[in-house]
């Protein structure tokens, strides 16, 4: 595809949680389909009319095992939030059909104990997880999405450690 062709596209809709714990640290997890160490948020596509909020609940639901009455909704971002894939990505993924995300993002707050989460889903995406401070997200989230990280942190830095 030519940059052209991609600049075209449209932004997938997606939304993002950005999980804390009771200490302000976030939760983060290593993509399995990731040839580089890919730290992330739990993040996924907005089905045909489905509320944002319910999708973040899904995904991380779908992603990590965490249910509802496991988390506490503190806060989403003001605005949604685009970012683009680099051009050689974009065919490779959602059949080409969009050059990037808009995201809607949550902060919600967990509530479970550790054990309860539990990445080895249907549908495993992520390898290993952890919590980390602000700073270690942003050194561990792959650079074209370093952006929007910032500006989700930088919404929710007061909940944060």
Same mark, same amino acid.
């Given at each position: 595809?030519?940059?052209?062709?991609?600049?075209?596209? %449209?932004?997938?809709? =997606?939304?993002?949680?950005?999980?804390?714990?009771?200490?302000?640290?976030?939760?983060?997890? $290593?993509?399995?389909?990731?040839?580089?160490?890919?730290? $992330?948020? %739990?993040?996924?596509?907005?089905?045909?009319?489905?509320?944002?909020? +319910? +999708?973040?609940?899904?995904?991380?639901?779908?992603?990590?095992?965490?249910?509802?009455?496991?988390? @506490? %909704?503190? +806060?989403?971002? #003001?605005?949604?939030?685009?970012?683009?894939?680099?051009?050689?990505?974009?065919?490779?993924?959602?059949?080409? =059909?969009?050059?990037? $995300?808009?995201? #809607?993002?949550?902060?919600?707050?967990?509530?479970?104990?550790?054990?309860?989460?539990?990445?080895? @889903?249907?549908?495993?995406?992520?390898?290993?997880?952890?919590?980390? @401070?602000?700073?270690?997200?942003?050194?561990?989230?792959? %650079?074209?999405?370093?952006?929007?990280?910032?500006?989700?942190?930088?919404?929710?830095?007061?909940?944060?450690?």
């Amino acid at each position: 595809m030519t940059p052209e062709q991609i600049a075209r596209l %449209p932004y997938r809709p =997606c939304v993002g949680v950005m999980l804390i714990n009771a200490d302000g640290l976030i939760f983060a997890a $290593q993509r399995i389909d990731s040839a580089i160490p890919a730290w $992330q948020m %739990p993040q996924g596509g907005i089905d045909a009319g489905e509320d944002p909020g +319910a +999708a973040a609940l899904r995904e991380l639901h779908e992603e990590i095992s965490v249910t509802p009455d496991l988390v @506490t %909704p503190l +806060a989403e971002t #003001r605005d949604w939030l685009a970012y683009d894939l680099p051009h050689d990505i974009v065919p490779r993924i959602w059949k080409g =059909c969009y050059r990037g $995300q808009k995201q #809607r993002w949550f902060l919600m707050r967990f509530t479970g104990r550790d054990e309860q989460i539990d990445i080895q @889903t249907e549908h495993p995406e992520f390898s290993q997880w952890r919590w980390i @401070t602000a700073q270690e997200m942003l050194a561990a989230i792959v %650079p074209f999405k370093r952006e929007i990280y910032a500006s989700v942190i930088d919404e929710f830095r007061d909940w944060l450690a």
